[in-house]
């Protein structure tokens, strides 16, 4: 893992980003508690066409692995389909745990619900939240995850 006051200072000022809601959220107050002249920006996942998250490890997967990883971006759809104002954090993971569950090749490391400044688990979405999951398809490790900005309604 890489920390921010080790890798800032040799790129200087201008722009960092991140392809994932954990490493935006996580970068997202040491600059300025650094005092880095930087600019922390989030981007979307990129996604295959078939919905796998672009990831180099997914070069690690054989043919039917591959086929199996799709059970993460199936589990992030379940997700952002069932989430809601309010909705309790076990009952959506429940929800997108079933659908991991269902694939004999994947072994799920975490399914979770966080706050999305701090990371830190949450029992309902009633903040910002982000739910992230990594799971182990054969020998490779992926990860994949969704932010929900919808609070304000509850």
């Keep these: 893992m890489y920390r921010c006051d080790q890798t800032v200072p ?5 722009q960092s980003i991140f392809r ?6 996580a970068g997202h107050h040491p600059p300025d508690d650094l005092n880095f002249d930087i600019e922390i920006v989030g981007c979307p996942i990129i996604r ?3 919905g796998l998250a672009k ?4 070069t690690y997967l054989s043919p039917e692995e591959r086929k199996a990883a799709l059970c993460l971006s199936k ?3 379940a997700g952002q389909e069932a989430i809601h104002a ?3 954090a076990e009952e959506l993971l ?3 745990r079933a659908v991991i569950e269902a694939e004999p090749l994947a072994k799920i490391d975490y399914v979770s619900m966080v706050d999305a400044l701090t990371m830190q688990p949450v029992e309902k ?3 910002s939240v982000l739910v992230a999951m990594a799971v182990y398809i054969g020998k490779t490790r992926l990860i994949d995850n969704f932010s929900y900005e919808g609070w304000e309604k509850f």
């Design 94 to 96: 429940g929800k997108m």
């Design 20 to 25: 994932t809601e954990r490493r935006t959220a």
């Design 55 to 58: 990831s180099s490890r997914n």
């Design 75 to 77: 589990a992030v759809k």
């Design 10 to 14: 040799y790129c200087g000022t201008g």
């Design 86 to 88: 309010g909705i309790p």
């Design 48 to 50: 295959e066409e078939d």
């Design 125 to 127: 979405a009633d903040r």
